[in-house]
């Protein structure tokens, strides 16, 4: 029998960015197999300026949320999760740069920007290999709902925000 407690095959990982005022903030929330949270990282706020926006054009949403924020943070976690669940469609590119699945939450409706793993729940179109893994994943869990974790990162977000966390550079 697997102990979840210190095994990380049961752990989810959360990822969430949003874009606010003062820029683009992450916040990476690693828990275990019920929910209860292992680690939390969130970014400093990323703001571009004019001239990288203009250089990089419509790809620049996607580029600072997944590869400067979500990455980034990923990597400097030191709770492992065997997958990454997201609740932002920009970052389903990330897929591309990581070695495991990452999922999309998306409620509202069948219009999704992935593979149908279940009722809202998609992998990247280019990894359909992932949609069966997910769905394994996302059946161990039983009951967890996959979305409200992103409540408690948009939570803890909005409080460093007020102790001035998410304004001081990483």
């Not at 609740?87 to 990330?94: H, Q």
């Not at 699945?101 to 409706?109: E, N, V």
């Amino acid at each position: 029998m697997v102990d979840e407690s210190t095994s990380t095959y049961g752990n989810i990982g959360f990822l969430s960015v949003l874009q606010e005022p003062s820029g683009y903030v992450g916040g990476y929330l690693v828990t275990n197999s019920w929910g209860r949270p292992l680690e939390f990282r969130l970014s400093s706020a990323v703001q571009p300026n004019r001239v990288q926006q203009a250089l990089y054009g419509e790809s620049m949403a996607g580029y600072v949320c997944g590869d400067l924020i979500g990455k980034t943070l990923i990597e400097k976690t030191s709770t492992s999760a065997p997958w990454v669940v997201t609740d932002n469609p920009l970052l389903l590119d990330l897929r591309l740069r990581l070695p495991f699945p990452l999922a999309l939450w998306q409620t509202g409706g069948p219009d999704s920007h992935g593979l149908f793993v279940q009722p809202n729940l998609f992998c990247h179109k280019h990894f359909p290999e992932d949609v069966a893994q997910v769905r394994g994943f996302a059946e161990k869990l039983g009951t967890l709902d996959l979305g409200e974790p992103f409540a408690r990162i948009r939570e803890a977000l909005s409080e460093a925000r007020k102790m001035g966390i998410a304004a001081r550079p990483a």
